[in-house]
Structures are given as C-alpha cells and as structure tokens.
C-alpha cells in the first residue's frame, strides 16, 4: 500500500523493443546467412563468424572502457552489423581484412557518434567501403560458389561487363548473354556473399515488413527507380547500357535495398522523405554503374542518401491532424 | 489516421453491473467539472435527501452538485481529491437512502421526448449532468453552441477503447433503452440531425442489442455505426473524423464542423436528467486488473470513498504496485484511497508492478514508430527533441499544443523514452507563450483605446 507507484500515463507498454526489432533483422537475415554458407561453405562461415564476433567484442569494449557507459550490445544491433559486413565481404576475404572492417564499421562509424541511433552513415557500409578503397585486390576477387561453372575466382556479373566494355569490341548483350536471371535468383553466380541469393534476401525483406519492422516504401521506390533507369538507358542505347532485371539482380542491389537503406537510424522518418530517399539511391546507383570508376553503386549511393536524410526529415512531415 | 493495437484485456466485460451498498460516510468534491468549482449551498448540520441540490454552479460553465446520499452534512471544507490536490468537498454521513420527492425511481422507461428543447437544455443542467466520457465537461453547455455554428449530427461514443474498461458496454448492454432515449433526446435537442452511436467491434454484442434496440423504440434516424478496433478511436476529434470524415481544426471545437459527441454514460444520465427528474448521483465503475481478486463493474454513488469500494471487493491485492483512476493510457496514478470517487470516475484499475514497468531509456533509434502511433499526426520524437532543448518557439510550429496526451508514443517506444512525460512539458510551455501573448495583446488593446480616448479628451 504504501509503495504504490505513482507516474504519469500511459501506465502500459507495448512490447516491442530496441532489442526485439533488432532480434527480428536478425532472423530475417538468417535465410541469406544460410544460402551464403551453403553455396560458399566454411570460409563463408569464417568469415562471418570474425565479422559478427568482432563487431560485438568491439562495441563491449568500447562502452565499457572508452565510454564508460551502458553496454548496448545486448540489443543485437552490432550483431546486425556484423553479419551485413560479412555478406559484403568475398568469401575469400582475409580474417584480418575483415576485422579491420569491423573496426571502422563499429569503432567509426558507430560508437564515433555515440552509438545505437547516433551514427549518421550506416556502420557496415561504411566497414565495407573503407575496405574496398583500401584493399581492392582483396575485395575484387570474387570466389565462384563451390560447384559452379570451373570453381575458378571470377568477377562478379558487373564487374565483368565493365571490364568487357572496357577491352571493347564486346556489346553489353554478348556479355549478359553469360548470365541468365534463373541463377541470378538463385545464387549462382560470384559475388560478395549477400549477391547470391536474391531470394533468400527478398524473403527476410517480406518477413521484416509482415512483421511491421520496417515499412516496404524505401526498399520499392529504390527497386522502381532502377528498373526505370536501367529501362530508358536499355532502350537508347542496348549496346551500351544493361537491362533493368540485370540490374535489380545483380551487384548487393536486393541486399542494399531491402536491409542496408531501411536501417532506421540512417534512413529518413516520413514516408515521402523515405521515398526520395529511395529514388535518389536508385538513381544515384545506375550513374555509378553506368558511368563511375566501380562497377557496382548501391554502397556509395546509400551513404551519399545517408548524408541527406537531416535534411529530407527536416523538409517531409508527416500530415498533422485538422492542419494544412 | 495513427493509434495503437494494446491488448483490450476487458476481463471485467460478463460483469453485470451491481450497485455497491452505501457507504458510512461520503465527500462529495465541488470541483468534479471542468470549469469554474460549484458553490455549496448546504450548511453543517444540515440534513439532505438522495438528489437534492448541495451546491450550486459557480458560473456558466460550471454545474450543480446533487447528494448522493440521505443524511447529515459533517463538514464542508478542503480535503485531497484523486490526484491528491486539495479541493472543498462537502461530508455527509449516511442515514438511510431517502430519495427527493419528485424523482421517478421506477424502472418504467419513457419514450415521449418533451417537446421544449429549452426546457431540456435547463432540465439536463438542473441535473448536474456533465461528459462522463472523461472530460466532465457540463452538457448544457455543449448543447448549446455559439451563435453562428451549427451541429449536424450528434455522436454518441461508446467506443470503450481503452483496455479493461467495460462500464460503458455493461451500460449499453443492461441500459441501452434508456441510453437510445438519451440520444433521441440528444438529437431533437440540437435541431433534429442525424444521431450516430458508435460502438467498437470488440463489442458485438452491444452492437446487435443497440441496433435491437432502436428498431423496437421505432426512433428515426439513429443509427449504429461498428468502429474499427483501435485506440484511440474514442478520441473526441478522432470519432468525428471515423464517422464525419472531418477534422476538427487545431484549438477548435468540434462544433466548428458540425458535431456534438456525447459518452455513453452521458446519455443515460441525460434521460435520467429529463425523463424521470433524476439528477447525476451515482456512475458506473469498472474494478478491475488481473491481479485484483474479484473483477466487477459497480453502480457507485458519488463521493464514495475509493477504499470503501475496494475492501467491498476484498482489498487491494499484495502484488497491486498501481492503482490507477480510469484506463491504462489516460488513467491517472492513485496513491490515496481516501480520495473518494467523481461522477467523472469511469474505473478503479490496478496493475502489478510488471505490468506497469518502464524500461530503462535508451538512444532513440530513429525507427519512426511515435509518429506512426501519433493520432494527431505529430511527431513525438522531434517534440521530445525540442521540450529537452526548451525551444517553445519550434514546439509551437510543429503543434505541440495539439497533443491529446494519449500516450501512443510513450506506448509505442522501443526505445522506452518517456516522450509523453517530456512532450507534456513542452506542451504546458507552448500553452503559457499563447497564453502569454494573448494576455500582452489584450493589454496593447486596452492601451491603445486608452490612449485614443485620452486624446480625444
């Protein structure tokens, strides 16, 4: 009677947390998680394993003796991106390569700012790209999944076409004429981990949004956009300018889409923030395809829409009730 | 537009209601309406009957306070209502239960509608009826609109959308003639509009005997309208919206687009007020909680003392860490059961200390789920943001003062930031500033035509 707790309402709360939306892109993660280890076997698991363990150990040690805070990695988030980091990664990535990445994705890209919600890029694209401009050879060597074609190391589907284009007297057809869309599907095709398998991605990408972790708005407008892209360039110029299912398909572009951009903490509030958002990634990803030194775009374009999304929450607001 | 799916948790809801025997001794609070407190007009020592009048309105939005109970009037004077604040409560101890002469106490229902709609209007005031939706505020002044404004259609809300609460469906369910009589007086009363009773789908049965119902008293133009489930629905400005499909305007009230809305309870005690003479003197209560040993829904007179009702029901449970007046998103925090109950006290509710938890804060992760559970289509995580920081001026241009406190942000946190305790803050500041500024213009008015007669001088 006499430690009746008196606060103010609501004196209920939903169940949802920090950790339990976390815990969810997790599971949503694991079909991909799987797929990748089938196809590319134990280095796939190793270097997953280096990139998750060393993500969490790192965001320990960091609140605990550099901050000397809570420690937040109970809420998965530095698991999360752990496991984005590896499927960025080839298979073949060095153990140290891949901690190194870590270091910059969580250490500077993450705990920099202040940690969960802080950041203003997202810490396992971030990880990536600082590897890829500091280890190209190690990041550009894509393994084939075991038992494919001659188990030879090749490039990924974008690159070889860049490099196609690049030695001339080939057309974009003859080159693509190498790929069809069944194996892009279905994971048989070199790549970073987290390319090979479209649908196991698309299926944790359904699972988030039935699960209402994450609104399907960012992800589509990003799909559409480069569909839409890839059609009018496809159309001018097909000798020159790769199709759109190609694009959807290839290069981390279903794995950008459907987990990377809908990170909440680097993507906008509002929905139609959240559509720009989509559209300047969409389209911002086939002008680096299409034009930049990379073969492939969606990591630089999702930082480059990372930097913005202050501005597209300080611009896009929500309706509010009986207002203009 | 945005709202919260909790779990209803109406384990109360096969309840019938049962009237609590009287208590020894009640307080009945002068300031139990939003506006100004009423004016007792008994004196110690008096003796009152069940309904007679023991205080008069203090102004015009203001309402008169009837005895519950038959007796002696022990004291008038200060004493710590439910929020724990002292209000002038008028003490009378019970002796018998002697109604006023002139009250119909019968079960008979009366369908004739009076024909005097002021008469009506003065009828429902001299029974002291007010909003029993929450608000308490008095009805004669909503049934009478400003000049230049026009109601076209009278809601009657029977949503019941917070968790726990059943007294309103037990009231439709057991009252529901004497409810659509309420509503059909309701209706003539402010012109003849169109009357919609909007009742959640959680409650089917309450839908079908209400639609019952107004096909036996063969009342034209009252309809049922089954609302989605979803709080909060019962919202003032939400329910025009689901049934009007207009938005009542920031700061406005909803007669600006046509629409009075009326409780459940309200209506039953707008009958009671004009068909029998029977003022508010009694209200239906939900006691509930799972951790309490006996749920009930309780015809409570007014003024009975909170811990008179709960030892009537076996006494607060050891695992009760909060006992709350009203649902779990709007209800207030009890911490003294000597407070006794309002005509506005819809529930006694009382939660464990792990239903009522709050998490640790942490960061906020930017998920956006605030603004989506934001029935006012604000943003709780940019307000939260701005209260900390204390600008008033941004709060006010991104319509703080429009909060309705439901509490779907705090609810809906992952983060469990306390964003409706800080919002609240920022809310009150932005209220003071127009407060403020409306008081400075009005003094430059009264400056300046002083100054201009001064001239002409």
């Known amino acids: ?324 | 537009m945005g709202g919260v799916h909790p779990h209803d948790s109406k384990i109360s809801r096969e309840c019938a209601i049962e009237p609590l025997p009287l208590a020894p001794v009640v307080y009945i609070s002068v300031a139990q309406h939003i506006g100004a407190p009423s004016v007792p007009v008994v004196a110690v020592g008096d003796k009152v009957k069940v309904g007679q009048v023991i205080a008069e309105p203090g102004g015009f939005v203001s309402a008169f306070i009837h005895s519950s109970v038959s007796g002696t009037v022990k004291s008038i004077g200060p004493r710590a209502d439910l929020a724990g604040r002292p209000s002038i409560h008028i003490e009378i101890e019970v002796e018998g239960d002697e109604w006023l002469e002139g009250i119909d106490t019968s079960d008979k229902l009366i369908t004739e509608l009076p024909e005097d709609n002021k008469a009506t209007i003065e009828k429902i005031r001299l029974g002291g009826v007010v909003g029993l939706g929450g608000a308490t505020f008095p009805t004669h002044v909503k049934l009478s609109p400003p000049p230049g404004s026009k109601c076209e259609r009278v809601i009657i809300n029977g949503c019941e959308c917070e968790p726990y609460l059943t007294s309103d469906f037990r009231t439709l369910l057991e009252k529901g003639e004497q409810v659509v009589v309420g509503a059909a007086i309701l209706k003539k009363v402010m012109g003849d509009v169109p009357c919609t009773i909007a009742i959640e789908e959680n409650k089917p049965e309450a839908i079908a005997h209400i639609q019952e119902v107004i096909a036996k008293l063969g009342y034209q133009g009252i309809e049922v309208m089954p609302m989605k489930m979803r709080y909060p629905q019962g919202g003032e400005k939400q329910l025009i919206d689901a049934v009007m499909h207009r938005q009542v305007g920031s700061g406005a009230l909803p007669i600006s687009v046509g629409a009075v809305v009326q409780n459940v309870a309200t209506a039953l005690a707008v009958y009671d007020a004009v068909q029998k003479g029977r003022p508010i003197v009694d209200n239906s209560v939900t006691v509930t909680g799972e951790c309490f040993p006996k749920q009930a829904n309780l015809l409570v007179r007014v003024g009975t003392p909170l811990k008179y009702i709960v030892d009537y029901l076996g006494g607060v449970p050891a695992d009760a860490a909060k006992i709350i007046s009203g649902g779990p998103m709007m209800g207030r925090a009890v911490a003294n059961l000597d407070a006794a109950t309002v005509k506005g006290t819809g529930a006694l509710l009382f939660l464990t200390e792990q239903q009522t938890r709050r998490a640790p804060e942490g960061n906020c992760i930017r998920c956006g789920k605030c603004a989506d559970a934001c029935p006012m289509g604000l943003e709780p995580f940019l307000l939260n943001k701005l209260s900390r920081n204390g600008d008033v001026e941004a709060l006010e241009a991104n319509a703080a003062q429009d909060c309705i406190e439901c509490g779907c942000c705090l609810y809906s946190c992952p983060a469990h930031i306390p964003l409706l305790d800080i919002i609240r803050q920022g809310k009150g500041a932005v209220l003071g500033a127009i407060r403020a500024r409306a008081a400075a213009a009005k003094a430059a008015a009264e400056a300046a035509k002083a100054a201009a007669e001064a001239d002409k001088k």
């Open chain 1, 1 to 324: 009677m006499s430690n009746l707790i008196i606060s103010p309402s609501p004196h209920i709360h939903s169940k949802d947390s920090t950790k339990s939306l976390m815990r969810d892109v997790v599971i949503a993660l694991i079909p991909a998680v799987i797929c990748s280890v089938v196809f590319y076997g134990w280095q796939e698991l190793l270097v997953l394993g280096v990139s998750v363990a060393s993500c969490v150990l790192l965001e320990w040690a960091i609140t605990k003796f550099l901050m000397k805070a809570p420690c937040t990695v109970g809420d998965f988030s530095a698991v999360i991106t752990g496991i984005l980091l590896a499927l960025n990664l080839p298979y073949t990535t060095p153990w140290w390569v891949v901690f190194i990445g870590a270091v910059v994705a969580i250490g500077v890209a993450k705990m920099t700012f202040g940690g969960i919600g802080q950041n203003i890029w997202n810490p396992a694209l971030v990880g990536r790209v600082f590897l890829l401009v500091s280890f190209p050879t190690y990041m550009t060597t894509w393994g084939a999944p075991a038992g494919v074609v001659d188990a030879v190391s090749g490039p990924t589907p974008l690159g070889a076409i860049q490099e196609g284009l690049l030695k001339g007297g080939a057309s974009v057809q003859d080159l693509t004429a190498a790929y069809d869309y069944k194996s892009l599907l279905f994971a048989n095709l070199g790549g970073s981990a987290g390319e090979v398998c479209a649908l196991a991605l698309l299926a944790g990408f359904v699972y988030l949004c039935c699960r209402k972790v994450i609104k399907p708005w960012i992800t589509l407008s990003i799909f559409a956009t480069v569909a839409l892209t890839a059609l009018v360039f496809n159309l001018a110029n097909p000798a020159r300018f790769t199709g759109p299912l190609f694009n959807l398909l290839t290069g981390g572009l279903v794995l950008g889409a459907c987990f990377m951009a809908t990170d909440y903490v680097t993507s906008p509030m509002s929905l139609w923030g959240g559509v720009i958002f989509g559209v300047g990634i969409g389209f911002l990803t086939m002008m680096i395809r299409y034009f930049g030194a990379y073969p492939e775009g969606v990591s630089f374009a999702i930082l480059i829409m990372n930097s913005v999304v202050p501005l597209l929450n300080r611009w896009f607001h929500q309706k509010k009730f009986g207002r203009k």
